[in-house]
């Protein structure tokens, strides 16, 4: 069954273009096609396209435009803070302390490294996933040269004590890295008061391209980079620049940075509309994340006796698109991490759903979901043996 209502839930795993940043690449695929590093006009006029999105993009996070590197992606982003950064610093150590619900491009970055002698400690969360500061205290090591914490998990939104986290780290004279991907753009981010030595973020988390990431790097730290070629983004990151996603990464940032007040605003009560509603209206449900310190967008629970991936096929037939765990797995048919973590069994986890709401949703939108989901739930677990042993007993 399809309907011809829509409903898109699913901003955590990319947003549509704001008005403008589409019509802001037009030209960079045309008339404008230079190559940054070309001494002739057509690359002066990328050149300075290249330019002043590093500005506006620099500017979103409160860092120095020569401080921000451009790159492919948040994953992107991630792998070379975590391996150019550690690589970097090999000579004094060889340890690195991530926290459990980091996104898999930290993760599997760390697992990477322990292939060359590196070693790994994860630093545990509670049940909302939030990481505690003494617990990364006592991780460190003399041997310690990197700590990686999310700003905020994509998958439960919750936001961290990023700026605690960080004065720990830097007492220990440590680098710190962290991955704003979910954040940047969303909530007011600033390197300087977070403490932070590097920062990843990526322009289709704020209403920007897909295909576009940066990371901010605090002057003076060394990072190996990753690929090999030319001297573009200062040596660090080789490869002609994808011209036409930055400049639309620039134009995003400079309208988030303009309309995040407007944004939070909307999305803030759409989200705790929802959050009342599914606890109310589906039994057996639970809010996973913080209750409060949380993304404005978003909002993830977990419902009991049933399979995401169950719901997701059945919300879409009602022209409902969401999210079971991160996009990043939500086809792994596996438990979240995250989750697991978070200390949920392996059944609970598998029911997990995720809604994350933008500027183009509305209250009939929340509405029409709760009047949907109910009856998804009832449906599934009208066939769920899990369902019928538990109410039997």
Request: net charge neutral; aromatic share 4%; glycine share 10%.
């Amino acid at each position: 069954m399809q309907t011809g209502r829509k409903v898109y839930l699913d901003y955590a795993a990319t947003n549509p273009l704001a008005p403008g940043v589409f019509e802001a690449m037009l030209p960079f695929f045309s008339e404008a096609y230079g190559n940054p590093a070309s001494l002739h006009q057509w690359g002066d006029m990328a050149r300075q396209a290249l330019d002043e999105s590093r500005a506006k993009v620099a500017s979103l996070i409160g860092g120095a435009p020569e401080e921000l590197i451009f790159t492919g992606s948040g994953t992107e982003s991630n792998n070379l803070a975590i391996k150019g950064l550690s690589l970097g610093q090999q000579a004094k150590g060889k340890h690195i302390v991530v926290s459990a619900i980091e996104h898999f491009s930290v993760l599997h970055s760390v697992r990477t490294l322990e292939k060359s002698g590196f070693q790994l400690t994860e630093v545990p969360v509670d049940k909302h996933g939030v990481v505690d500061p003494d617990e990364v205290k006592r991780s460190l090591r003399k041997d310690t040269v990197l700590v990686s914490v999310m700003l905020a998990n994509g998958e439960v939104g919750t936001i961290q004590s990023i700026k605690d986290i960080a004065r720990v780290v830097k007492e220990a004279g440590i680098l710190f890295h962290t991955d704003a991907v979910a954040a940047a753009g969303n909530i007011p981010v600033n390197v300087k008061d977070l403490g932070v030595d590097a920062l990843s973020l990526a322009a289709n988390q704020f209403y920007g391209p897909k295909g576009a990431g940066a990371l901010w790097l605090r002057r003076g730290v060394r990072v190996i980079p990753l690929l090999d070629g030319g001297i573009q983004e200062g040596g660090k990151r080789a490869g002609t620049e994808n011209v036409p996603t930055i400049v639309g990464m620039g134009k995003a940032a400079e309208l988030a940075q303009k309309d995040m007040p407007a944004r939070i605003k909307h999305c803030i009560p759409l989200r705790d509309r929802l959050i009342r509603g599914l606890l109310a209206e589906v039994k057996h449900s639970l809010l996973t994340g913080h209750p409060s310190q949380r993304l404005p967008g978003h909002a993830s629970f977990c419902i009991e006796y049933i399979e995401g991936e169950s719901m997701l096929m059945l919300l879409d037939a009602h022209g409902i698109a969401v999210s079971s765990g991160s996009a990043c797995t939500s086809r792994a048919l596996k438990a979240s991490h995250v989750l697991l973590a978070m200390g949920l069994s392996h059944e609970v986890a598998q029911g997990s759903l995720l809604f994350t709401m933008g500027m183009d949703n509305t209250t009939d939108d929340i509405d029409y979901v709760l009047g949907v989901l109910p009856q998804v739930v009832d449906r599934l677990r009208q066939i769920s043996p899990l369902y019928h042993k538990s109410t039997a007993s």
